[in-house]
């Protein structure tokens, strides 16, 4: 175990401690953990349960974050631990996210260093190190020390986060973090309080402060029958995207049940669609439909002259309409890490 980062004892006499890594902010009694059940409080000092202890360790395509104007057609070595700040009825990623919550007393994974990490990183000709899967916050130790390491050797690094990181925590990684896709699940109070077990200030407080301190952002919302799906609500997502930056990407993907949310139908494609036109109606320039394998909305258009720049199948793209991070036709220069 690894001594945390963030944290404050708040009771000298009892041991409780403040974690403020994240924005639950978990007050943290003796020998009891916080809400991502993997950081606890011993004799009042934090330890991180899970540091180095890496379940998953594979090569993504840099579109699979889904990243789609950072180092296009790139590939990146992905990592992750158990445990998770959220508890989404609706995720994809359970098995590994859920697992301390049913498993409080065992941590797998076979236990890597981040210099292992950035060496493999390095062996398979890997552009960047995604920290991905579950919300990596809460593997925050391991992955700012990693990050540090692969920016000294000229790898990126990327989060695909929920966005609850803490202001503090953000601030410490955002120097070594080069993007971050952010998922904004639903613009209601409602959706975070009932299926995510969280609020949804902070993540639009997250992205903001991301966007601020130079961290390359793309969103996704995966749109959900019956839950996120009214024309208000996404009118009101694209509107707050476009108020930080209308060059911000929105990814507005295709749901299918799973986990706990077994009784939704998968996302009309028209639905999605439709997301897409209100994005674009709202100011953005970068809208893309997801899980609809073949839709024109996965590829990217110059927003000055319409010109296919990025042709995308599946995961596997073609940026032939880009040079030097601008439009080949009208020279228009295009956002993003080319």
Request: net charge neutral; aromatic share 10%; hydrophobic share 40%.
């Given at each position: 175990?690894?001594e945390?980062?963030?944290?404050?004892l708040?009771d000298?006499?009892k041991?409780?401690?403040q974690?403020?890594l994240?924005?639950?902010h978990?007050l943290?009694?003796?020998?009891?953990?916080g809400?991502c059940?993997?950081?606890?409080?011993?004799?009042?000092?934090l330890?991180?349960?899970?540091?180095g202890r890496?379940?998953?360790?594979?090569?993504?395509?840099i579109?699979?974050?889904p990243?789609?104007?950072?180092?296009?057609s790139?590939?990146?070595?992905?990592?992750?631990?158990v445990?998770?700040n959220f508890?989404?009825?609706?995720c994809?990623?359970?098995d590994?996210s859920?697992?301390?919550r049913i498993?409080s007393?065992v941590?797998?994974?076979?236990?890597?260093?981040?210099?292992?990490?950035v060496s493999e990183t390095?062996?398979?000709?890997?552009?960047?190190i995604?920290y991905?899967?579950v919300?990596p916050?809460?593997?925050?130790?391991?992955?700012?020390?990693t990050a540090r390491?692969?920016?000294?050797v000229?790898?990126?690094?990327?989060f695909?986060s929920?966005g609850?990181?803490s202001?503090?925590a953000?601030?410490?990684l955002?120097?070594?973090?080069?993007a971050?896709n952010i998922?904004?699940?639903a613009f209601?109070e409602k959706f975070?309080?009932e299926?995510?077990?969280?609020?949804?200030?902070p993540v639009l407080?997250?992205?903001?402060?991301?966007?601020d301190l130079?961290v390359?952002?793309e969103i996704?919302?995966l749109?959900?029958?019956?839950?996120n799906?009214?024309?208000?609500?996404?009118?009101?997502i694209?509107?707050?995207?476009?108020a930080?930056?209308?060059?911000?990407?929105?990814?507005?993907?295709?749901?299918?049940?799973?986990?706990?949310?077994?009784?939704?139908m998968p996302?009309?494609?028209?639905?999605?669609?439709?997301?897409?036109?209100?994005?674009?109606?709202?100011?953005?320039h970068?809208?893309?439909t997801?899980?609809?394998?073949?839709?024109?909305?996965?590829n990217t258009f110059c927003p000055n002259?319409q010109?296919?720049?990025?042709e995308?199948?599946g995961?596997?793209?073609?940026?032939?309409?880009?040079?030097?991070?601008?439009?080949r036709f009208?020279?228009?220069p295009?956002?993003?890490?080319f």
């Amino acid at each position: 175990m690894n001594e945390a980062l963030l944290y404050q004892l708040i009771d000298q006499e009892k041991h409780i401690i403040q974690c403020r890594l994240c924005n639950h902010h978990c007050l943290i009694k003796d020998d009891h953990c916080g809400i991502c059940q993997v950081r606890k409080n011993q004799g009042g000092r934090l330890f991180s349960l899970n540091y180095g202890r890496l379940v998953s360790q594979h090569i993504d395509p840099i579109e699979k974050k889904p990243l789609f104007h950072f180092l296009p057609s790139s590939l990146s070595y992905s990592i992750a631990t158990v445990g998770c700040n959220f508890r989404c009825l609706h995720c994809q990623n359970y098995d590994i996210s859920q697992y301390p919550r049913i498993h409080s007393d065992v941590f797998p994974g076979r236990f890597t260093t981040p210099s292992e990490v950035v060496s493999e990183t390095l062996r398979t000709n890997c552009q960047s190190i995604s920290y991905t899967y579950v919300e990596p916050t809460i593997f925050f130790e391991f992955a700012l020390e990693t990050a540090r390491l692969a920016h000294e050797v000229g790898i990126k690094n990327v989060f695909v986060s929920n966005g609850y990181t803490s202001p503090e925590a953000t601030k410490m990684l955002a120097p070594f973090l080069d993007a971050n896709n952010i998922d904004l699940k639903a613009f209601t109070e409602k959706f975070y309080h009932e299926v995510c077990g969280a609020k949804l200030a902070p993540v639009l407080n997250t992205i903001k402060l991301m966007h601020d301190l130079g961290v390359w952002i793309e969103i996704t919302t995966l749109i959900i029958p019956g839950w996120n799906d009214s024309e208000n609500e996404l009118r009101d997502i694209a509107n707050f995207i476009a108020a930080i930056d209308r060059n911000i990407p929105w990814h507005v993907t295709r749901f299918f049940p799973t986990y706990k949310m077994l009784n939704r139908m998968p996302t009309p494609v028209t639905t999605l669609k439709l997301a897409r036109e209100i994005g674009l109606a709202a100011g953005l320039h970068f809208v893309y439909t997801g899980n609809i394998p073949g839709d024109d909305g996965d590829n990217t258009f110059c927003p000055n002259c319409q010109a296919l720049l990025i042709e995308r199948t599946g995961f596997h793209a073609t940026p032939s309409g880009i040079i030097a991070g601008a439009c080949r036709f009208c020279r228009l220069p295009i956002p993003g890490i080319f």
